[in-house]
């Protein structure tokens, strides 16, 4: 944070805060919450022929508390829907949200009694995949979208 | 293809006395609940209103062989007139949980029974042709289930700008 009277010190923690988010840009820790269809797809970006490891994203967590990225992968019911939100309020700052898929982005064709009508209704979102589902190259897109996204945060988390 | 060997023969039984009709199938045979499921003729004026349907099928254990099917009908009102059919087919379990989940058909011996799919704060039944096509019941979010306005107020959101 530069200090509120513009001295010079405030040069050198931007210059942290740079080199903070270019650590953090590709040391993705992703947290996939698959419950579709998608997940074939995010499995497909992940594996060796697309990799998303090239990009700084090869390491999914399966704990909430060790994961930065939260990935929506498929079809929010309104029964997971306070699961999910307990997952992300789990996550420590500083954190991001991917929705992955039309259906997270929107409903997607689930326009019924069951499906959540986008995620952004129960969370924030950073970055919106769609596609139904999104093709791997649209993935790793996204995923440097959301990495110029992650260079780009400022400010200090506890 | 002018006959379907897996649709079956259809057969309409009576519901207040289904396990009889239903044992009696499965002493000709019939060992397999392949589905039970439900269709609401309220569009159709039909009392009683629904069809609950058990689908069965003649397994031969020693071949593996699929050697005929009969679809059951029982014409039902929404009130408790069937009985349970978990101790012909212990799969009828759960498929008539989901029958009651999706159409609010139940029976008489499950007083205490409970949703399968749906969670219990939900109320009414979905797949009757009388709940209303727009309505939501979101546990958290907009009450409407609405979509959010519009995504730029993520914007501002804190962990973003980290203020």
């Known amino acids: 944070m530069p200090l509120a009277d513009g001295s010079v010190a405030g040069v050198m923690t931007t210059q942290l805060d740079a080199a903070l988010g270019w650590a953090r840009k590709y040391s993705i820790f992703q947290y996939p919450f698959v419950t579709a269809c998608c997940g074939m797809e995010y499995m497909s970006t992940a594996a060796s022929h697309y990799d998303m490891d090239r990009f700084g994203a090869g390491f999914p967590r399966f704990s909430p508390r060790q994961a930065d990225v939260l990935m929506v992968v498929g079809t929010i019911s309104h029964k997971i829907a306070p699961v999910l939100r307990r997952i992300y309020d789990q996550m420590a700052e500083p954190k991001w949200v991917v929705a992955f898929g039309v259906c997270t982005c929107t409903g997607g064709f689930y326009n019924n009694y069951s499906t959540v009508q986008g995620i952004d209704t129960i969370l924030p979102v950073d970055l919106y995949i769609p596609g139904c589902p999104p093709r791997p190259e649209t993935v790793i897109h996204g995923l440097t979208m959301l990495q110029e996204k992650i260079q780009k945060t400022q400010g200090q988390f506890r | ?163």
Not at chain 2, 105 to 121: A, H, M, Q, T
């Open chain 2, 1 to 163: 293809m002018t006959e379907n060997r897996l649709a079956g023969e259809r057969r309409d039984i009576p519901a207040a006395s289904n396990i009889e009709s239903l044992s009696d199938l499965k002493g000709q045979g019939y060992n397999v609940l392949v589905d039970m499921t439900c269709v609401d003729y309220l569009a159709q004026g039909r009392t009683p209103r629904f069809d609950v349907i058990y689908r069965l099928m003649k397994l031969d254990a020693a071949t593996g062989m699929d050697s005929g099917r009969i679809e059951a009908h029982c014409a039902v009102g929404p009130e408790a007139v069937l009985r349970t059919a978990k101790d012909l087919w212990p799969a009828a379990d759960w498929l008539e949980r989901e029958v009651w989940d999706m159409f609010g058909v139940s029976f008489v011996d499950r007083p205490g029974i409970k949703r399968l799919l749906l969670y219990e704060e939900f109320e009414g039944h979905p797949l009757r042709k009388d709940y209303p096509i727009s309505r939501r019941q979101p546990l958290i979010g907009p009450r409407s289930g609405d979509k959010a306005d519009s995504p730029s107020f993520n914007l501002h959101k804190p962990s973003i700008t980290g203020q």
